[in-house]
């Protein structure tokens, strides 16, 4: 038998002790032993709850307690999550962790404390919900380059552009539908506006480089201004919308990252990924392309990841992990955004002079579009890779009020 504790009995803390529970004899089939969850912290009662019986609001019951050996934190944030999850690794305890913002915020830390302490701390389920992506970057990739990654990151943003362009669902309604599945963070902000998706690209580019990327130092926007129109320029454009999280290790070694929607062609492997499906393709120098797909939010997919992870912990319980803590990177590891090459849809007001969209842009190629809402023009800028962001920005800021939306071709 492992014993475990549970600190946050939310979606994913009871999908754990769920997994636990229902599958049971498969795991001690498969590790000769079963996961007794022994402990559940909350500040919460669930009077009526199956595991009713192992509820505490203290957690000193359970860093002291020497029969647990694996601590699943599952509180998510940034404060109180770090505090026990500190606690837990200096009292012996190997942790594990479906929590991005900890892991994106103070990655480096803990795994050198968990080093010191000879346990692991493990975060499979932080990205990608379900889907094994940290242990095969990590790991079965461990022989590659990683020349780069582009994913799908965030299921509540992929809901919700797949209901609008699938099902003309607007995005308020959509987001309340993926909140009430589970998919969403407590606080949706994360979600909509990218801050989720960028701490998911930012740990898996500190796995890919061995160096901490620090995730504000990433170029990040979100899905809320998205409209109905343009799901209809991404059909135009033979393309979905997704909201992608990219790295691109750039032949000088520093790296491009960035977070925004993109039209994405559909015959792309990672359009594929509609609904709360995530999709991420790793590109290595020796393996070429591979595609990691499955469910990347939900209180089971995401504690499947979790109990796996602890199951890692109890097959190895003697060995620390060997992973070296990801060093401190130097700022200049990440290329400055606005010297990026950029295409983009530009849509402005028909307002616009076609003179003066020619001008303004006069060093790069332009593509015009048949425009998808009345009073308006609309065409693809850089397709001959002659524009970066700050030519792009500096071209919109010529026309002031008139800029309906711009979005960025993968
Ligand atoms: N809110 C996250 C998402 C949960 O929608 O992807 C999984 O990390």
């Keep these: ?77 940034a404060e109180i999550a770090y505090e026990l999850t500190r606690r837990a690794l200096q009292s012996g305890k190997h942790v594990v962790t479906s929590n991005k913002e900890l892991v994106a915020a103070f990655g480096p830390e803990l795994m050198l404390l968990a080093q010191e302490n000879n346990v692991k701390y493990l975060f499979e389920a932080s990205v990608g919900g379900g889907i094994p992506i940290i242990r095969p970057l990590s790991k079965c990739l461990a022989a590659n380059v990683i020349e780069g990654i582009a994913g799908i990151l965030n299921g509540t943003t992929n809901f919700i552009l797949t209901r609008m362009e699938q099902d003309g669902i607007d995005f308020a309604g959509a987001l309340t539908e993926a909140q009430s599945l589970g998919y969403a963070e407590q606080d949706p902000v994360a979600d909509v506006d990218g801050i989720d998706a960028c701490r998911k690209i930012a740990i898996l580019a500190s796995i890919a480089t061995g160096q901490y990327i620090d995730s504000t130092l990433i170029y990040t926007e979100g899905i809320r201004n998205i409209t109905s129109e343009d799901m209809a320029y991404a059909f135009r454009l033979g393309c979905k919308l997704k909201l992608i999280g990219r790295y691109q290790r750039l032949p000088d070694e520093t790296c491009r990252l960035i977070v925004a929607p993109m039209f994405v062609p559909r015959d792309h492997p990672i359009a594929v990924a509609d ?34 992870d602890v199951i890692e912990c109890a097959l190895s319980t003697e060995s620390i992990s060997r992973s070296a803590p990801w060093r401190k990177s130097d700022r200049t590891l990440i290329r400055a955004h606005d010297a990026c090459q950029v295409c983009a849809l530009v849509r402005l007001d028909r307002s616009v002079s076609v003179d003066s969209i020619r001008e303004t842009l006069k060093k790069t190629s332009i593509e015009w579009l048949e425009s998808a809402a009345e009073g308006e023009l609309a065409f693809v800028a850089g397709a001959d890779g002659e524009l970066t962001e700050s030519d792009l920005e500096l071209a919109l800021s010529a026309w002031p009020g008139k800029v309906v939306n711009r979005i960025r071709l993968y």
Aim: with cysteine; proline share 3%; net charge negative.
């Design 1 to 77: 038998m492992i014993e475990i504790a549970i600190l946050g009995y939310g979606v994913v803390g009871s999908g754990v002790a769920e997994i636990c529970r229902m599958n049971r004899s498969v795991i001690q089939n498969r590790i000769g032993r079963y996961i007794h969850v022994k402990r559940i912290l909350d500040i919460r009662d669930f009077p009526d709850d199956p595991f009713a019986d192992r509820m505490t609001k203290d957690a000193d019951l359970i860093f002291s307690d020497s029969a647990i050996q694996v601590v699943v934190e599952t509180i998510g944030g």
């Design 275 to 308: 609904g709360v499906f995530n999709a991420i393709l790793v590109d290595g120098n020796a393996l070429g392309e591979a595609l990691f797909y499955g469910q990347g939010a939900g209180r089971l997919p995401t504690a499947s990841a979790v109990v796996a």
